[in-house]
């Protein structure tokens, strides 16, 4: 099984010398952990948000993430993120993920019931400063689906 996404949204992309592309919204969903979307904006990624739109409606037990610049040379380098919250159904469900402690790992939040929804939500709530850039990053978004972890496709790529 596997997912295909028809949109994918953030509200703002850190862009790095004119580069769109280095820091693009799909980076969080390509399958490599060392690259990342990071969130512009002027308060390190403070209420940025990173929206997917699926072509089909899916029932996700559980969401894995990888909060954060996943590289350890370069981990506290950049902003992280402290609290994140997931929304479904439009809004109508919403779900704040316990704090993330300040290391790097994968990070698993299980849905109560599981949760069907075609379109999904991430907005980063709180961060912590990076040493030397404060924007927040998240490096791999993917879903599990009867107990597999599923990949995110894209048609095309857009920043």
């Known amino acids: 099984m596997q997912g295909r996404a028809l949109r994918l949204y953030a509200s703002d992309t850190l862009v790095e010398g004119g580069a769109h592309e280095r820091y693009a919204a799909y980076r969080a969903f390509d399958g490599k952990p060392a690259t990342c979307w990071i969130a512009g904006g002027s ?11 699926l072509n089909r ?6 969401v894995k993430l990888m909060p954060d610049f996943y590289d350890e040379d370069n981990y506290f380098t950049y902003g992280r993120i402290r ?13 704040t993920l316990p704090a993330f402690a300040d290391e790097m790992k994968v990070r698993r ?5 599981g949760a069907a929804f075609e379109a999904i939500e991430f907005t980063i709530e709180d961060v912590v400063e990076g040493g030397d850039f404060d924007n ?6 993917s879903f599990v689906v009867e107990g597999e972890q599923i990949p995110i496709s894209f048609a095309a790529v857009m920043p």
């Open 43 to 53: 308060r390190g990624g403070v209420g940025e948000k990173l929206t997917l739109t």
């Open 109 to 113: 939040f299980d849905f109560p019931t």
């Open 57 to 62: 409606p899916i029932t996700a037990e559980a």
């Open 136 to 141: 927040a990053c998240l490096s791999e978004v």
């Open 83 to 95: 609290l994140l919250k997931i929304s479904i159904d439009s809004g109508r469900r919403k779900f």
